[in-house]
Every structure is written in C-alpha cells, then in structure tokens.
C-alpha cells in the first residue's frame, strides 16, 4: 500500500507564479482508500491588456459611444436625404439645426432637437428610429471587426518596414 503522506503540486497564486507548494493527497482522497495525485491550479486570471487612463469605463465603452455618436450621424443623414425628396419643408429646417448643433455629441443633439419644437420633436423621433433600426438591422458588425483588423495590421507592416528600410540604411526597389 503507498504511503499517504504522497504530496501533490500546487500551483501558488502569489506574485511568483512559478513556485509550487506541496499539499499532502490524503486531504484530497475520496472514500475509497487509493492513493491519487490531485493538482489544484487556480483560475487563469483575465488575459486581458489592463488598459490604463479610462476611469470607470473602458476602451470597449468608449468605441461604444464614439459608435453611438456615429449611428446618430448617420440616421441625420438618412433622414435628411429621404426629407429632401418628399418634404422639403422639415429638410430645410433640420438643415438648419444641424448647422447650428454638432451632431457630435448624440445625446445632445437628439435632446435640443426635442426641445426646438413639436415640427423638430417629430425629426426627433424619427432621428432615434432610424438610428436604432440602421444599428441593429443595417450596418455590417462583421465587417467592422474585419476591416479593423486588415487596417491594423496592414498599417503595422508598413510602419515596421519604413522603419527597416529607414534604419538599414538599405536602398528601396523603387528608388533605384
């Protein structure tokens, strides 16, 4: 019969991850009496970038809110384009509002707009359907995310190989 005071290795959660403490198996045995080698490690932590400087919030809500304020610019457009063609009266006034309000700031946009008018509470409303309906039923999530990654890295090989050639002091093909 082995001996209960097998030990096991335990992996540490402390600053040095790569130490071990050792755990007798006895405390891990069930009700039958063999002997068995149990390896506790603990939860891989997040592996995540820790993205400083954000606050509460983080780099995800902040691209939520710059895409809000997008979504918002493009409902105005939207909006203004089908005004243009059936009723040129609120075209012109939500023209109007738009020259005299940034667009940048969604939020704020939509809630003077409310409150210019009943004719611009209406522009409003349609503003805040048009946005919701072209966010969920419209734009290309998919594409985003692949186009940000092309764009990323395509702009991250350029930049490392200006930098080769600039620090090689290596002559370009096209330059000879």
Known sequence: MASSRRAVPFQST??????????????????????RLVSFQSPPRCHKMYVPGFGEGSPEKK??????????????????????SYNREAYVELKEFVSRNSVND??????NLIRESPRHKALA??????????????FEWDNLKMLSFKMVDEA?????????????????????
Request: one cysteine or more.
């Open 125 to 138: 409303m349609r503003i805040l359907e048009v946005r919701s309906a072209y966010m969920k039923n419209d």
């Open 63 to 84: 691209a939520a809110i710059s895409l809000q304020n997008f979504f918002n610019y493009v409902a105005v457009r939207i909006v203004l384009a089908q005004l243009e």
């Open 14 to 35: 402390g600053a040095d991850a790569r130490r071990r403490l050792l755990l007798p198996a006895q405390a891990f045995r069930g009700t039958d009496r063999r002997p």
């Open 106 to 111: 969604a939020d704020n946009f939509c809630k």
């Open 156 to 176: 991250n090989t350029k930049l490392m190989r200006d930098y080769v050639l600039e620090t090689s002091h290596i002559e370009d093909d096209d330059k000879r």
